[in-house]
């Protein structure tokens, strides 16, 4: 079952052009495109006459023509024009989703009614080119979102799974603090690692080396928005009575999880920073070491979800470390259950 009345990331903002593209988003087909002025457009992927995937048609002067008897369909949707006939059949129309383009993301409507802006996510790091240098990705993972909610909800899995990156020893060692928020509907976890080694992927990129005080602070609003408000700054200079911590280096690591099928899910990932903004060879560094370590994730979810599939009479032991995975199964299933 999908919550179906939310916002979730249907798209990288550089994946959208007039060249249509199919998407299965929470079991539906989905063709996504851009019109003559640039703005994203989602029909159903489905042509009402014989249900051949519009995706395989052509946008031609702002209008999907069906790849295999032109039947015609506007960016709302509705049918214009059919083959060998002046008529319309009444009503002919594929349904329409609402888009949303914020940065480099582009999120969709599933839900019934119409959406209301306000409620989704505040993105403003990936809007901010001044100050926020972003990279992004996507990728598809064949494992049920649940095991992407526990994945990135329990991070001393780095330690393990990301070795060579991101995961250093006092990852998993360093307790969390879990607090839940059930009227804004998130999962906060915290963990705040003091004098620790400098991973790669961060004295790489800042020019740290050896010991630094190392933060990661997740914000989880259910289903399908993630923030990881991540930092490091030189041993011993926390942040002023009053927050600013400018000698201190942001990186904010975003993920959009949006269901795809029952047991397969869209990983889409932007990683936005306050320092060397700007620089096109920290963006391709960047940008490599987190799609490496995002594909460390997924080859693991892909290998659970096969072994979970071949062994359903599996029981789980949960610590310390799942409570942030814990409160948000919690949430979900309120939200499932409302
Ligand atoms: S299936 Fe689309 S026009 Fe026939
Ligand atoms: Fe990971």
């Known amino acids: 079952m999908f919550l179906r009345q939310h916002w979730y990331v249907a798209a990288l903002s550089s994946e959208l052009s007039e060249q249509p593209m199919s998407r299965t988003i929470l079991g539906e087909h989905v063709v996504m495109f ?17 249900g051949y995937p519009l995706s395989l048609g052509r946008l031609v002067e702002d209008r999907l023509v069906c ?10 949707g509705a049918c214009v024009a059919v083959p060998g006939q002046e008529r319309i ?24 009614g119409e959406p209301d802006a306000g409620t989704l996510p505040a993105t403003p790091w990936l809007e ?12 598809k993972i064949d ?5 992407l909610v526990d994945n990135l909800l329990d991070l ?14 006092e990852v998993a060692e360093t307790p969390i603090e879990v607090e839940t928020d059930q009227e804004r509907r998130v999962v906060h976890v915290y963990r705040h690692m003091n ?4 991973p790669p992927f961060y004295s790489r990129t800042t ?11 997740i914000d989880y609003y259910p289903p399908g928005f993630y923030q990881l408000n991540s930092g490091i700054a030189p041993v011993g200079q926390p942040p002023r009575p009053d927050g600013s911590d400018e000698h201190a280096f942001h990186m904010k690591i975003f993920y959009g999880l949006t269901p795809r099928t029952e047991d397969s899910v869209w990983d889409f990932w932007a990683l936005a920073r306050d320092f060397c903004v700007g620089d096109g060879e920290v963006d391709l560094f960047l940008s490599k070491m987190q799609a490496g370590v995002v594909q460390e994730d997924v080859d693991a979810l892909n290998v659970l979800q096969r072994r979970l599939g071949s062994s359903p009479e599996m029981t789980e032991v949960s610590i310390k470390i799942d409570r942030g995975g814990l409160a948000a199964r919690r949430m979900l299933a309120e939200m499932a259950h409302a």
Request: hydrophobic share 35%.
């Open 195 to 198: 004098a620790v080694q400098c």
């Open 89 to 112: 059949p009444s009503k002919l129309s594929v349904r329409h989703y609402p888009l949303v383009e914020r940065g480099c993301w582009v999120w969709i409507w599933m839900g019934h």
């Open 128 to 139: 901010d080119a001044t100050n926020w240098s972003v990279v992004c990705g996507a990728v």
């Open 67 to 76: 790849g295999y008897h032109g039947f015609t369909f506007d960016c709302s």
């Open 143 to 147: 494992g049920g979102f649940s095991l």
């Open 34 to 50: 851009r019109d003559s002025h640039g703005t994203v457009v989602a029909l159903a992927d489905r042509c009402p006459h014989r």
């Open 156 to 169: 001393s899995h780095e330690t393990f799974l990301h070795h060579g990156s991101i995961g250093t020893p």
């Open 207 to 217: 020019g740290l080396t050896g010991q630094v005080d190392r933060w990661q602070d």
